[in-house]
């Protein structure tokens, strides 16, 4: 299975290496009991950035319609060549645009080959079993294409700001990460993983955009402010797990998303680009049909 987004295969690639996380020392069985050492600080990332614009907001919004034109096309051909499946991770602060990028990117494609999935916090069910149960029963299907809105990572993240597992658990839970997702690359599935990274001040104004908004009043939550408290311990939380999970076969892209056009842009381009380099091809046609004529 080729690493999705290997530097060496374009010049697409070399460009999101100053938006990726540096590879820490990987989570290995005798530093499983050890608690994490390494961190990513999202300061070092300007969420203000548009490294991928092409110049002007009209521009960028044109360009995104025509990436999602050409999406579908690839999504099309993906679904017929069945010879892949392709895990898009979308994680971000509350109101960092992960429903908006659904929409945005993957909104053309077809139903019937693109799943989202939202997740929320578990049910009693759900936390009857191991945090990673869950997830499996909704990885993609050969041919599909399946979106997470918040994922996983959740289980890295809400625990560990609260207190709620030791650090000893959280180092467990990043190496079950990484041997959970190697598994399914091993196993046919593209994994791509995008954080959507917006500043504080940003956050605020969408916040209160939805309390001053009638359509978006049942977007809020007072849950919502609660976390917003916390947001230094969140920060320090995405660092770690981004040093720790950031490998060659789910690659993390650090996405500056206070422009949701140039959000959507960029893993729009990532995208096409990773789909464009899979040699997809429509499976070969039954030679029993070569010559049939329809009446």
Same mark, same amino acid.
């Given at each position: 299975?080729?690493?999705?987004?290997?530097?060496?295969?374009?010049?697409?690639?070399?460009?999101?290496?100053?938006?990726?996380?540096?590879?820490?020392?990987?989570?290995?069985?005798?530093?499983?009991?050890?608690?994490?050492?390494?961190?990513?600080?999202?300061?070092?990332?300007?969420?203000?950035?548009?490294?991928?614009?092409?110049?002007?907001?009209?521009?960028?919004?044109?360009?995104?319609?025509?990436?999602?034109?050409?999406?579908?096309?690839?999504? /099309?051909? *993906?679904?017929?060549?069945?010879?892949?499946?392709?895990?898009? #991770? !979308?994680?971000?602060?509350?109101?960092? +645009?992960? &429903?908006?990028?659904?929409?945005?990117?993957?909104?053309?494609?077809?139903?019937?080959?693109?799943?989202?999935?939202?997740?929320?916090?578990?049910?009693?069910?759900?936390?009857?079993?191991?945090?990673?149960?869950?997830?499996?029963?909704?990885?993609?299907?050969?041919?599909?294409?399946?979106?997470?809105?918040?994922?996983?990572?959740?289980?890295?993240?809400?625990?560990?700001?609260?207190?709620?597992?030791?650090?000893?658990?959280?180092?467990?839970?990043?190496?079950?990460? /990484?041997? *959970?997702?190697?598994?399914?690359?091993?196993?046919?599935?593209? #994994? !791509?993983?995008?954080?959507?990274?917006? +500043?504080? &001040?940003?956050?605020?104004?969408?916040?209160?955009?939805?309390?001053?908004?009638?359509?978006?009043?049942?977007?809020?939550?007072?849950?919502?402010?609660?976390?917003?408290?916390?947001?230094?311990?969140?920060?320090?939380?995405?660092?770690?797990?981004?040093?720790?999970?950031?490998?060659?076969?789910?690659?993390?892209?650090?996405?500056?998303?206070?422009?949701?056009?140039?959000?959507?842009?960029?893993?729009?381009?990532?995208?096409?680009?990773?789909?464009?380099?899979?040699?997809?091809?429509?499976?070969?046609?039954?030679?029993?049909?070569?010559?049939?004529?329809?009446?």
């Amino acid at each position: 299975m080729p690493f999705p987004l290997d530097p060496s295969k374009s010049s697409l690639m070399q460009r999101l290496l100053p938006w990726q996380p540096a590879t820490a020392e990987p989570a290995t069985e005798e530093r499983r009991r050890e608690p994490p050492r390494h961190t990513v600080s999202l300061e070092d990332f300007d969420p203000g950035a548009k490294p991928f614009s092409l110049g002007d907001k009209a521009q960028d919004k044109a360009a995104v319609e025509d990436l999602a034109v050409e999406l579908d096309g690839l999504q /099309n051909l *993906f679904y017929a060549d069945k010879r892949y499946k392709l895990l898009v #991770v !979308l994680q971000g602060t509350d109101t960092s +645009g992960k &429903d908006g990028t659904i929409r945005g990117v993957f909104g053309r494609m077809s139903a019937l080959g693109v799943h989202a999935v939202g997740w929320k916090a578990p049910t009693e069910t759900e936390r009857a079993h191991d945090y990673l149960w869950r997830i499996h029963q909704q990885v993609p299907q050969a041919g599909d294409i399946t979106v997470f809105n918040r994922s996983h990572y959740e289980d890295v993240l809400v625990p560990v700001v609260n207190g709620w597992i030791t650090p000893e658990q959280h180092q467990q839970r990043l190496a079950h990460i /990484n041997d *959970f997702e190697r598994m399914l690359s091993e196993t046919g599935t593209i #994994v !791509l993983k995008f954080l959507l990274h917006i +500043g504080f &001040d940003e956050q605020r104004e969408r916040l209160q955009e939805r309390l001053d908004d009638p359509a978006k009043h049942w977007k809020f939550s007072m849950g919502d402010i609660e976390v917003r408290k916390q947001w230094a311990q969140y920060q320090d939380a995405y660092g770690t797990l981004l040093a720790a999970t950031h490998t060659p076969w789910a690659p993390w892209t650090i996405v500056p998303a206070n422009s949701k056009t140039h959000r959507n842009l960029m893993i729009a381009t990532v995208l096409r680009e990773v789909l464009q380099k899979l040699d997809l091809r429509y499976p070969a046609g039954d030679p029993a049909l070569a010559g049939f004529t329809v009446k």
